[in-house]
C-alpha cells in the first residue's frame, strides 16, 4: 500500500521506525540455535524479540493512524519491497564474504542501538503521547542492547590477534552503511535532532572502539537509499522468506 511521503509524513516516520525494529529482528532470529555459546545465543535471540516487541508498537500505531484496514499484519507482511523505509544497515546479511560471523552481527547491533539509544532518549519526549510511551519503553530494552555489543567489541577488539583481526574487518565492513543512519528525510524532518543524535553517536563508537584498540576508518559512510524504498538485494529474499506464510494462507496473523 503505497503511502505519500508529503502527505503522510507522521504515518511515514512511524513505519520507519518499525520497519527498521521488524528487519533487524528477522535478521538476528537467524542465529537462534547457532550462537558460539548456549547463554549467548538465548541474549541475541531476546534482543531479536526485542526488536521484534517495538516493531509491533510502531505498527499498531501507523496501522491505527491510517485506518481504512490497516492492521500490523498487513503493513508487515503485505508491503513490497520498495515500500519498506529500513536503513540498509539492518537488512544485511549476518555474514561476511567467508559465512556467517558474529564479530559482523555484533557491530551491526552494536551501530544500531548506539543509535537507537540517542533516538530514543529524544523521542521520549515528543508531543505525541503514544511516540512517548513507545520510545520509553524501547530505551529500556535498548540500552541492554547497547551495552552487550559493546562488551562483545570489547572482548573481540582486545582479545586475540585472530578476534581483534576479524572485529576490525567487520567494523570495516558495517561502517560505509553508518551515514544513512543520520539523513533526514521528507518525512523525517523536524521530529529529532539528528545532529544530536550523530554526535551522540560518534561519541560512543569513537570510545568503544578506542578501549578496543580497534581503528574506526576514515572513508565517508556512503551507502544510502534504504529510507527511501532503495535496498540492497538482500531485502528482497528475506521478504520472501518472512511475508511466505502470510501471502501463502492469506488473513493469517502474528
Not at 1 to 22: F, R, S
Not at 53 to 61: E, F, L, N, T, V
Request: aromatic content about 12%.
Amino acid at each position: 500500500m503505497p503511502i505519500n511521503e508529503l502527505t503522510n509524513q507522521p504515518i511515514n516516520y512511524i513505519l520507519h521506525l518499525a520497519d527498521d525494529a521488524l528487519i533487524m529482528s528477522q535478521r538476528l532470529s537467524e542465529w537462534t540455535g547457532h550462537g558460539p555459546v548456549l547463554e549467548q545465543d538465548i541474549a541475541l535471540t531476546n534482543i531479536a524479540l526485542d526488536f521484534l516487541g517495538q516493531s509491533r508498537m510502531w505498527y499498531q500505531y501507523a496501522a491505527s493512524m491510517m485506518g481504512d484496514g490497516a492492521t500490523e499484519d498487513s503493513l508487515a507482511m503485505l508491503r513490497l519491497e520498495h515500500e519498506f523505509k529500513n536503513h540498509l544497515l539492518v537488512e544485511l546479511p549476518n555474514a561476511m564474504p567467508s559465512g556467517r560471523d558474529w564479530a559482523f552481527t555484533v557491530c551491526k547491533v552494536f551501530f544500531f542501538s548506539a543509535y537507537q539509544h540517542a533516538l530514543m532518549q529524544q523521542l521520549q519526549h515528543n508531543a505525541d503521547e503514544e511516540v512517548r510511551g513507545i520510545a520509553a519503553k524501547s530505551l529500556k530494552e535498548v540500552t541492554y542492547h547497547l551495552r552487550w555489543s559493546r562488551e562483545w567489541i570489547l572482548r573481540l577488539g582486545d582479545g586475540t590477534a585472530e578476534s581483534h583481526q576479524r572485529m576490525q574487518q567487520a567494523l570495516t565492513a558495517c561502517w560505509p552503511f553508518t551515514g544513512e543512519l543520520f539523513e533526514v528525510t521528507t518525512y523525517a524532518h523536524g521530529w529529532v535532532d539528528y545532529a544530536a543524535i550523530k554526535t551522540e553517536w560518534m561519541n560512543e563508537v569513537l570510545h568503544t572502539t578506542t578501549t578496543a584498540t580497534l581503528d574506526v576508518p576514515t572513508t565517508a559512510a556512503f551507502q544510502t537509499g534504504g529510507l527511501h524504498g532503495r535496498h540492497t538485494e538482500h531485502l528482497g529474499y528475506l521478504l520472501a522468506e518472512m511475508q511466505y506464510l502470510q501471502r501463502a494462507y492469506p488473513n493469517s496473523e502474528w
